[in-house]
């Protein structure tokens, strides 16, 4: 019975990305991306496409939320969390996905680069350490499958 104890006690979760690819001190990196693209979509962006991202990701948050409340689990030793979606990553994943199906910088990215894109961010999100590898695949799932439901398309666009 002790034995089962110092087990679950002594659980680590590591990420092998973590391990080969470590960045952690430039973690003000992925802020500077962020702020750069929420700027450069807010100045080219129309009110409603604002609107619309907003829309999106006020969904987002109350789904993260609901999620989190429930699956969260922290270390207690070092106060970190696991099993959370990337508030970035979704963010950044609506503005490129929108952008690009707007053309909204007229540069005419096909939808490869644009996941080349997120991909590159999600990777970055993992290695300067803010999340886990199975939080930023649960949380690319997620907002992709919210940014092609038709519901949320009906109710967010039309």
């Known amino acids: 019975m002790s034995n089962e104890n110092n087990k679950t006690k002594n659980f680590i979760i590591k990420d092998q990305i973590q ?14 991306i962020l702020a750069v693209f929420i700027y450069l979509f807010y100045i080219n962006a129309d009110f409603s496409i604002s609107i619309t991202v907003i829309k999106y990701y006020i969904t987002l948050l109350i789904i993260r939320y609901l999620i989190s409340i429930t699956t969260i689990h922290k270390n207690k030793n070092d106060n970190t969390k696991y ?8 963010l950044f994943m609506l503005l490129i996905l929108l952008s690009i ?3 909204l910088f007229n540069l005419n990215i096909n939808k490869d680069m644009a996941w ?16 886990y590898s199975s939080d930023i695949l649960f949380t690319m799932l997620l907002v992709y499958y919210l940014y092609t439901s038709t519901y949320f398309k009906q109710l967010f666009i039309e």
């Open 116 to 131: 080349i894109l997120i991909f590159s961010y999600a990777l970055l999100n993992i290695t300067v350490h803010k999340h």
């Open 101 to 103: 199906q707007v053309n």
């Open 83 to 90: 099993f959370q979606i990337s508030g970035h990553l979704s």
């Open 19 to 32: 391990n080969y690819l470590d960045l952690e001190k430039w973690s003000l990196l992925r802020d500077i």
